[in-house]
C-alpha cells in the first residue's frame, strides 16, 4: 500500500487539527455568549491561519513526496500528479 508523504507527521497533524476543533468549539461558545463581534472575527482569523498553515504543510508534503515520485517515474502518472498540485495551489490562493 502507498504511504502518503505526511504519514511522518500525522501525529503533529492531527494534534494541529484537534486544537483547531478546539478553536471552532470556542467560536461558537462565543456567539452563544454574544462575545463582542471584534474579539470573534480575531478568533476566526486565528483558526483561519492555523488551517492554512496545516494546508501548506500537507501542501509540502504532497509536493516533496507524491510529486516527485511521480516526476521521477515520468509519464502520464506525473503529470496527473503535477496537475493535481496546481489545482490544489490555486484552490488555496483563492481561499
Known sequence: MEQHGYIHNKDDYLRRLRRIEGQARGLQ???EEEKYCIDILTQVSAMTKALQSVALGLLDEH???CVVEAAAAGGPEAE???KEASEAIAR???S
Open 80 to 82: 496527473a500528479k503535477v
Open 92 to 94: 488555496l490562493v483563492r
Open 63 to 65: 509536493l516533496s513526496h
Open 29 to 31: 461558545r462565543m456567539v
